[in-house]
């Protein structure tokens, strides 16, 4: 797989979590994990993290 190829799939894969991660905002989805519920706020730095991802790679994937 050529880092073009692969820096184009990151770059999608990051921005659907994103994506899910802006809708868990929007619709105010729950999560439960092994009985912890986990706070709203680590949903607003996935979206940051996983945009700031999806950003770079795809715009490696676009100079690469």
Do not use: D, Q, Y
């Not at 706070?39 to 979206?47: E, F, N, Q, R, Y």
């Amino acid at each position: 797989m050529s880092s073009k190829t692969f820096s184009l799939a990151a770059g999608i894969i990051f921005g659907l979590v994103a994506l899910m991660h802006i809708l868990r905002i929007a619709m105010g989805w729950e999560v439960t994990i092994g009985g912890w519920m986990a706070p709203m706020w680590i949903s607003w730095l996935g979206v940051v993290v996983a945009g700031v991802l999806s950003f770079s790679g795809l715009r490696l994937a676009r100079a690469g």
